[in-house]
């Protein structure tokens, strides 16, 4: 009986000793971060572009301060381009941001163009072949690393190139 109640208290202190470490690990991650900062869109490439949607890439430069690196995970924003609004967007691939850097990453892109109607298709179609457009999204970017995550509110309304 003895020997029971003793393995008894090892599995409780065991278990105690494992969550008081993972509450120091995750509060020791927490008061250390610094916010990460959104540069900018430095270009937009029409991949694919038909009645149905479009393809994108698009290159944001992203500055982390933090040394732990952590992951834009798929998304869905909604768009506007040059005021259209231009349905939703959906990141077609989770994106690692790297720590301690300031650095352009390219995010995928694919639109389903279902708000747009066929009286805009003319208007869009010029929007494809102008220089600069001007791009609006609005929504929530999943990001984190393991098993924390967090929503974070993304709206950006900007004029950017458009590559060829």
Request: net charge positive; charged share 20%.
């Amino acid at each position: 009986m003895f020997i029971m109640n003793v393995a008894f208290i090892n599995k409780k202190l065991f278990c105690f000793f494992v969550v008081c470490s993972v509450g120091i690990l995750f509060t020791s991650c927490a008061s250390d971060f610094q916010e990460v900062q959104f540069s900018g869109i430095e270009s937009v490439k029409m991949l694919n572009i038909s009645q149905k949607g479009a393809e994108a890439e698009i290159k944001a430069k992203i500055k982390n301060p933090n040394t732990t690196c952590f992951t834009i995970y798929k998304s869905d924003l909604n768009v506007s381009i040059n005021g259209l609004d231009a349905g939703m967007a959906h990141l077609t691939d989770n994106v690692k941001i790297n720590g301690s850097s300031e650095e352009t990453y390219i995010f995928k892109v694919k639109s389903d163009f279902s708000k747009l109607s066929l009286t805009d298709l003319p208007q869009l179609i010029s929007i494809a072949t102008s220089k600069n457009v001007r791009v609006g999204l609005k929504g929530d970017l999943h990001v984190g690393k393991f098993f924390y995550k967090k929503t974070v509110p993304v709206e950006f309304n900007e004029s950017v190139p458009l590559s060829k």
